[in-house]
């Protein structure tokens, strides 16, 4: 377990506001007004209300995940797919709440940066020169500062961050200082640290407003749909463990949840001072602030609003590179624009959150309906973490009346919130949930196809062939194919290669070579892991490389394979002269040629219906994927590539007959 975990710096406190608050810390821009929208302001919906919030702070995020779910660190790191990494091994199942939960996170990520930004410029209707402003000139607003946001994501976050922690520090005192100045307003609203008043509103009804503008009663119940999004950022919480240690996220959290306790309070308070028998539709964040301080206000929130959108963008970046580390999504061109570790930037998910962003905007138009939208997803999440952190808790064992008890707790919280969120479908929660599927069913399809292709993958020894390979190599009436010939090999096992590729070298047109390598990548559950291993088969003849890398490391293998190198000529392990006589004289090094074996779907299968559609998916998600080549880092200059049939279910019966001719008979 890495030292700095449990570590309290105040340089790490200040990264841990910038970094891990920014959806949290936001929701107080939209919280209240989805829970009070089309409802009459009473006594009993804002303490209630403010009740529900209080608790639901109190017991998912600091119980569940900043005193409970922070113990589950993988040397360090944290999120849905190292506590998965964790746990794996224990039973094959639990890869599905890992890919529900890490679809959810990248659905949320497409909803949170919209809601944020147009919930921080929506302020603007209550300055006296944008009274009047148009819906479409906010859109248009929020959009500009999107596509400025994802455009800025190539050149990284290294620089700016730095202004995050203090810029997060400002925004988080702003909502302190705010809810404190209304306090006064109503002490009535101190009763909703009494959870009495939660369940009172949770069993009783409410009237509001239908869309045929009828008063009609429902169940208090359904308002925790709206009271689950002051709890959305807590999985965020769990995801930066390693940018910020356990130490400072606990520490940092204590003065987060005061700030937005007493800001929801303020406004409750203000709420029931002013409004109390009226339908309130403004925005009530920016309703308790003084008016001299509503432009500066609006430019604080817009910032924290920015802030909370880079994190979820980052993110998503590093949970894309972890699942394609294990193999639970397709191979992405990934860019690093600084050193920073874990710093790096995926194109094609820039652009896919960019647009899901903005369709986002221009489908919903206002923070008011995409908070009908919001929250739903998340909770698949959360759900998904129980079930795994609770599996993690069985690997620690931990006493069982423990475990039952933390599943009872938080599946019955969950299920609820699930179910409340539910009643959102219909309003523009199918969103989310088509987003989210439409995510969980790329995840599934790669590791379903990848599990039906590893049935058929037929191993050899290895040592059965190493005469022929040896006799090939000495053969000078073949032609030099390459002076090192390197191919990828997924064999665990060092004593075994794929048939394949004995094939590809000794089949058809022979490939001829000095020095054979035969490189392996190996995924550990470790994050930072970056070591290798040499076998020599047959010294200077026969090499095996195996590479050991994190879940988090990216596999540049023309980086790697070249240290490997390097390391094994200063050793004098491997003699990587060209043996050409000429060439041999001057020293110049030998040629590289790495072949990477393409499978392609042959017509020659007899697959069951789910499993055909399963590799028809596959391979069409493969074709517009990065190939395997740039996938593992390799250079063009000097990689082939070779076809050849995918057959994983061969015909077994086909009926073919012979018919003579008169002259044959």
Same mark, same amino acid.
Not at 261 to 290: C, R
Not at 655 to 664: A, F, G, P
């Given at each position: 377990?890495?030292?700095?975990?449990?570590?309290?710096?105040?340089?790490?406190?200040?990264?841990?506001?910038?970094?891990?608050?920014?959806?949290?810390?936001?929701?107080?821009?939209?919280?209240?007004?989805? %829970?009070?929208?089309?409802?009459?302001?009473?006594?009993?919906?804002?303490?209630?209300?403010?009740?529900?919030?209080?608790?639901?702070?109190?017991?998912?995020?600091?119980?569940?995940?900043?005193?409970?779910?922070?113990?589950?660190?993988?040397?360090?790191?944290?999120?849905?797919?190292?506590?998965?990494?964790?746990?794996r091994?224990?039973?094959?199942?639990?890869?599905?709440?890992?890919?529900?939960?890490?679809?959810?996170?990248?659905?949320?990520? *497409?909803?949170?940066?919209?809601?944020?930004?147009?919930?921080?410029?929506?302020?603007?209707?209550?300055?006296?020169? +944008?009274?009047?402003?148009?819906e479409?000139?906010?859109?248009?607003?929020?959009?500009?500062?999107?596509?400025?946001l994802?455009?800025?994501?190539?050149?990284?976050?290294?620089s700016?961050?730095?202004?995050? =922690?203090?810029?997060?520090?400002?925004? +988080?005192?702003?909502?302190?200082?705010?809810?404190?100045s209304?306090?006064?307003?109503?002490?009535?609203?101190?009763k909703?640290?009494?959870?009495?008043?939660?369940?009172?509103?949770?069993?009783?009804?409410?009237?509001?407003?239908?869309?045929?503008?009828?008063?009609?009663?429902?169940s208090?119940?359904?308002?925790?749909?709206?009271?689950?999004?002051?709890?959305?950022?807590?999985?965020?919480?769990?995801?930066?463990?390693?940018?910020?240690?356990?130490?400072?996220?606990?520490?940092?959290?204590?003065?987060?949840?005061?700030?937005?306790?007493?800001?929801?309070?303020?406004?409750?308070?203000?709420?029931?001072?002013?409004?109390?028998?009226? *339908?309130f539709e403004?925005?009530?964040f920016?309703?308790?602030?003084?008016?001299w301080?509503?432009?500066?206000?609006?430019?604080?929130?817009?910032?924290?609003?920015?802030?909370?959108?880079?994190?979820?963008?980052?993110?998503?970046?590093?949970?894309?590179?972890?699942?394609?580390r294990?193999?639970?999504?397709?191979?992405?061109k990934?860019?690093?624009?600084?050193?920073?570790?874990?710093?790096?930037?995926?194109?094609?998910?820039?652009?896919?959150?960019?647009? =899901?962003?903005?369709?986002?905007?221009?489908?919903?138009?206002?923070?008011?309906a995409?908070?009908?939208?919001?929250?739903?997803?998340?909770?698949?999440?959360?759900l998904?973490?129980? %079930?795994?952190?609770?599996?993690?808790?069985?690997?620690?064992?931990?006493?069982?009346?423990?475990i039952?008890?933390?599943?009872?707790?938080?599946?019955?919280?969950?299920?609820?919130?699930?179910?409340?969120?539910?009643?959102?479908?219909p309003?523009?929660?199918?969103?989310?949930?088509?987003?989210?599927?439409?995510?969980f069913?790329?995840?599934?399809?790669?590791?379903?196809?990848?599990?039906?292709?590893?049935?058929?993958?037929?191993?050899?020894r290895?040592?059965?062939?190493?005469?022929?390979?040896?006799?090939?190599?000495?053969?000078?009436?073949?032609?030099?194919?390459a002076?090192h010939?390197?191919?990828?090999?997924?064999?665990n096992?060092?004593?075994?290669?794929?048939?394949?590729?004995?094939?590809?070298?000794?089949?058809?047109?022979?490939?001829?070579?000095?020095?054979?390598?035969?490189?392996?990548?190996?995924?550990?559950?470790?994050?930072?892991?970056?070591?290798?291993?040499?076998?020599?088969?047959?010294?200077?003849?026969?090499?095996?490389?195996?590479?050991?890398?994190?879940?988090?490391?990216?596999?540049?293998?023309?980086l790697m394979?070249?240290?490997?190198?390097?390391?094994?000529?200063?050793?004098?392990?491997?003699?990587?002269?060209?043996?050409?006589?000429?060439?041999?004289?001057n020293?110049?090094?030998?040629?590289?040629?790495?072949?990477v074996?393409?499978?392609?779907?042959?017509?020659?299968?007899?697959?069951?219906?789910?499993?055909?559609?399963?590799?028809?998916?596959?391979?069409?998600?493969k074709?517009?994927?990065?190939?395997?080549?740039?996938?593992f880092?390799?250079?063009?200059?000097?990689?082939?590539?070779?076809?050849?049939p995918?057959?994983?279910?061969?015909?077994?019966?086909?009926?073919?007959?012979?018919?003579?001719?008169?002259?044959?008979e």
């Amino acid at each position: 377990m890495s030292k700095h975990i449990n570590k309290v710096t105040a340089a790490g406190l200040v990264v841990a506001l910038g970094i891990i608050y920014g959806d949290i810390g936001t929701s107080p821009l939209y919280v209240f007004d989805e %829970i009070i929208h089309n409802k009459i302001i009473t006594e009993e919906l804002i303490i209630g209300a403010l009740s529900c919030i209080i608790w639901t702070l109190t017991l998912q995020t600091t119980i569940k995940y900043v005193i409970l779910t922070l113990k589950a660190d993988n040397r360090g790191e944290g999120g849905i797919f190292s506590l998965y990494t964790l746990v794996r091994r224990q039973k094959k199942w639990l890869v599905l709440p890992a890919m529900i939960g890490g679809a959810a996170l990248l659905a949320d990520g *497409m909803i949170t940066p919209p809601i944020s930004v147009a919930s921080a410029i929506e302020g603007l209707k209550i300055l006296p020169t +944008f009274a009047n402003i148009e819906e479409n000139t906010i859109i248009y607003i929020v959009i500009g500062i999107l596509c400025i946001l994802f455009f800025m994501q190539q050149f990284g976050s290294a620089s700016i961050g730095k202004l995050f =922690g203090p810029i997060m520090f400002i925004w +988080f005192s702003m909502l302190a200082v705010l809810g404190l100045s209304h306090l006064a307003d109503n002490w009535e609203i101190f009763k909703a640290f009494n959870p009495y008043y939660a369940i009172q509103l949770l069993t009783h009804e409410i009237n509001h407003l239908n869309a045929q503008g009828h008063w009609v009663p429902s169940s208090g119940f359904w308002l925790l749909g709206s009271v689950f999004l002051c709890t959305t950022g807590a999985e965020a919480l769990y995801s930066d463990l390693g940018h910020c240690g356990r130490g400072n996220i606990r520490i940092s959290w204590i003065y987060v949840k005061i700030c937005l306790i007493l800001t929801y309070l303020g406004q409750g308070a203000w709420l029931l001072k002013h409004e109390t028998g009226h *339908m309130f539709e403004s925005k009530a964040f920016y309703s308790v602030m003084p008016d001299w301080f509503q432009l500066p206000g609006i430019i604080i929130a817009t910032a924290a609003a920015i802030i909370a959108s880079q994190a979820l963008i980052s993110g998503s970046f590093t949970l894309i590179a972890e699942s394609i580390r294990l193999n639970l999504w397709p191979k992405m061109k990934i860019n690093y624009p600084t050193e920073a570790r874990g710093q790096l930037y995926i194109p094609g998910i820039n652009t896919l959150l960019f647009c =899901g962003c903005v369709g986002i905007v221009l489908y919903f138009r206002n923070s008011s309906a995409m908070g009908a939208a919001y929250g739903l997803a998340i909770t698949l999440c959360m759900l998904a973490t129980t %079930i795994l952190f609770s599996n993690y808790m069985v690997s620690r064992r931990v006493n069982p009346m423990f475990i039952y008890l933390f599943l009872g707790v938080f599946l019955t919280i969950e299920m609820s919130f699930l179910i409340a969120n539910l009643d959102k479908f219909p309003h523009g929660g199918y969103v989310t949930l088509i987003v989210g599927g439409g995510l969980f069913a790329v995840m599934y399809v790669w590791f379903r196809a990848r599990k039906i292709k590893n049935r058929y993958v037929e191993f050899v020894r290895l040592e059965e062939y190493i005469p022929k390979l040896e006799e090939l190599s000495n053969d000078e009436s073949v032609p030099k194919y390459a002076t090192h010939l390197v191919y990828l090999t997924s064999a665990n096992n060092p004593k075994e290669i794929e048939h394949k590729i004995i094939y590809s070298i000794l089949s058809g047109k022979p490939k001829r070579a000095d020095i054979y390598w035969f490189v392996h990548v190996h995924t550990l559950d470790d994050p930072y892991t970056c070591d290798y291993v040499v076998d020599h088969i047959i010294p200077n003849d026969i090499i095996r490389v195996e590479f050991r890398l994190g879940f988090r490391m990216a596999p540049r293998l023309n980086l790697m394979f070249k240290k490997v190198v390097e390391d094994m000529v200063i050793n004098k392990e491997v003699n990587v002269t060209s043996r050409y006589e000429s060439q041999q004289r001057n020293n110049v090094v030998g040629d590289f040629q790495f072949v990477v074996l393409e499978k392609f779907l042959s017509q020659d299968n007899e697959l069951p219906f789910m499993e055909r559609m399963i590799m028809k998916a596959y391979f069409w998600v493969k074709e517009i994927s990065l190939s395997e080549e740039k996938g593992f880092g390799l250079s063009q200059a000097n990689v082939s590539v070779e076809k050849f049939p995918l057959i994983v279910a061969p015909v077994s019966k086909f009926k073919l007959r012979r018919v003579y001719t008169d002259e044959e008979e």
